[in-house]
């Protein structure tokens, strides 16, 4: 075998092996450096750059002793599959269930998840999506400070482990989705620099320096990473983080030029490949088809329709919530999927976002009333279950599970779970992580948060916290409101209406309930023959509905059909429709 590296900026590269031994590699062509070497399975090894220190492989695949230290050689084709009479699951009709493998069990390891996958099928869950796993530097983070991409965090089991889980989801019929960040890197370990212009200096995004994306060998680790996912760990999509951090003037973009790598290689496997785009720009050119000018990308998530849930039920209109306060908001996502498709935002004090065309298919946006983001960047990474009443958590389950888009769920929150799910970070630098804590603490203060809420993320203990606690999903209302979600898949899945792709088949109004709250109203949703009944005021709603019609589900059993009219008390919601 040969090994090579891209290291355009060094005058010498050595190749250090675990008995420290030197191997001299030759400059080929294009900053490329290769030598032929034989690495058994598990032997360490690095690059010395110019006389340097020992740096990793950027292409490692395992780190057995964290992002500083030296690579281990795997052979990811070694493992013995047992999934080759899977065919994938389109994403179309999904349900989509996001996971941080660290907090979803007590051990936090992908092996110990497995062993939760019977919960997730009980769920009605088709898609587990992973929050990233690659290396980063220490023991716990959320994953987006990762800085060796091509790695699976040792703490969760490496890559072995990872291949593990990927091939126990499908023997169970579940696909997954990989979480993966193309948009910066970490502030710690990232020793990429030293080898190329993998970033452009002075160009910042949100996190650091943006990626160099007019750098064809850094578009090539971009790809060739996202491709080692797909084919090598034999996962079924990815998540793109943040593509609005992606700047690229380039003739193709980069998320085109993963989206045709990716169809082609579905083409190759014969299975369905899913890219999804984290994007704040609601610019549907993203998942157009290439014929009509887009990217290909499947689907993207929609903030647009979260904010507007996440009004409705709390009536919180603080920050980016102010414009989705409007009385037209949830129902302006139900039926256009954006609320903000070329309309003013203040948050952003200009117009902001294109509309959809009505031919794209609904299930295009992924779509959610909690996520990792949502709930973890509030100052005390609180939940909806932590200040919402049982009925409001049981309309929230019936808005995320009867939407027009792909539905996801945070984990726990099937269940209401009481823990919440903060900021964590474990930095071994001191003063990165004292930095870290005092950014995060006046964030929030300045926001008007008393800073004893705000946890620190470099205490042990607010990672402990955020660990889900699965005894209690047995337990009074936290089990009632778990049914109710078994109960809702179940109803998805037996009505082609809740997954009807057409945005010509949605309907929807609203009215304000007596006190004029922004959480006290009233919606009415259609989508063809069904509708969704919510009442978030605080009396009972009635609505005329067609003849022959009765309740398919109902939060609360007082609900009621009569002489064509449907009866809902405060708080609760019914999805009503043809009796069959």
């Known amino acids: 075998m040969s090994i090579e590296v891209w290291a355009p900026n060094a005058g010498q590269v050595q190749l250090r092996r675990g008995d420290a031994s030197e191997l001299d590699l030759e400059r080929v062509t294009d900053g490329w450096w290769s030598a032929p070497v034989d690495l058994a399975d598990g032997e360490e090894y690095g690059f010395v750059i110019d006389g340097g220190a020992l740096r990793p492989d950027p292409r490692s695949k395992r780190q057995p002793h964290g992002v500083h230290e030296a690579s281990a050689h795997v052979d990811l084709t070694d493992f013995a599959w ?22 979803f069990t007590p051990e936090g390891t992908l092996d110990a998840a497995t062993e939760r996958f019977p919960h997730l099928i009980e769920l009605g869950v088709t898609h587990i999506e992973l929050l990233p796993v690659n290396g980063f530097n220490g023991v716990h983070n959320w994953g987006y400070d990762g800085v060796l991409w091509y790695t ?20 169970v019929g579940l696909a997954v989705i990989q979480d993966v960040v193309y948009n910066h890197l970490g502030p710690s370990g990232n020793y990429l620099p030293e080898f190329g212009p993998y970033l452009r200096s002075g160009e910042r995004n949100t996190w650091g320096d943006s990626i160099n994306l007019d750098e064809p060998a850094v578009r090539s680790y971009i790809v060739d990473n996202a491709l080692m996912w797909l084919r090598e760990y034999h996962v079924d999509g990815l998540r793109l983080d943040a593509v609005h951090a992606l700047l690229d003037s380039g003739d193709k973009h980069i998320l085109q030029e993963l989206a045709e790598a990716s169809d082609a290689l579905s083409a190759h496997l014969g299975r369905p490949l899913t890219l999804i785009a984290e994007s704040d720009m609601n610019d549907p050119k993203l998942i157009l088809p290439r014929e009509a000018g887009g990217y290909g990308l499947t689907a993207q998530w929609s903030d647009d329709w979260h904010h507007a849930t996440h009004v409705a039920v709390t009536g919180e209109t603080v920050g980016y919530y102010e414009d989705f306060g409007a009385l037209d908001a949830l129902p302006k996502v139900w039926t256009d999927g954006f609320f903000h498709n070329g309309t003013y935002s203040s948050f952003r004090e200009r117009e902001h976002g294109f509309p959809i065309p009505a031919e794209v298919p609904t299930w295009r946006l992924v779509t959610f009333a909690q996520d990792h983001d949502q709930i973890g960047n509030r100052a005390a ?14 309309v929230t389950a019936v808005l995320t599970l009867t939407a027009p888009g792909t539905p996801m769920l945070f984990m726990g929150e099937e269940w209401g779970a009481s823990t919440p799910w903060q900021f964590f ?5 001191p003063e990165l992580g004292e930095a870290t804590a ?38 009074g209302d936290h089990a009632r409101l778990l049914q109710l979600y078994r109960e809702l898949a179940a109803l998805r899945s037996a009505w082609p209406e809740l997954t009807d792709p057409s945005f010509a088949a949605l309907r929807a109004a609203s009215a304000e309930g007596a006190s004029g709250d922004v959480g006290a109203r009233a919606f009415a949703l259609g989508r ?31 609900a009621l059909v009569a002489d064509d009219e449907v009866v809902v008390p405060p708080e609760a919601a019914v999805v ?4 069959r």
Not at 381 to 394: I, P, V
Not at 531 to 549: K, Y
Not at 576 to 579: I, K, L, R, S, Y
Request: glycine share 10%.
């Open 381 to 394: 990474g609180d939940r909806l279950s932590q200040s919402l009443s049982y009925g409001r958590l049981a």
């Open 82 to 103: 047992t999934d080759d009479d899977w065919t994938g699951r389109q994403l179309a009709g999904g349900l989509i269930y996001e996971l941080h493998i660290g907090t």
């Open 576 to 579: 009503v429709g043809p009796e």
């Open 438 to 475: 005092k950014g995060r603490l006046e964030e929030f203060t300045r926001m008007g948060w008393d800073e004893s809420v705000v946890p620190n993320p470099q205490d042990p203990e607010t990672f402990t916290r955020s660990k889900l606690d699965w005894a209690e999903a047995s337990e």
């Open 528 to 558: 063809g023959d069904l509708s969704v009944l919510v009442n978030l005021t605080d009396e009972a709603v009635s609505w005329d509905v067609a003849p022959g019609r009765v309740i398919l589900l109902t939060t609360d059993a007082t």
């Open 425 to 429: 970070t474990s930095h071994p630098e």
């Open 152 to 171: 699976v965090h040792e703490a969760y089991g490496g890559p072995r482990a990872y291949q593990r889980f990927v091939d126990a989801a499908h023997a």
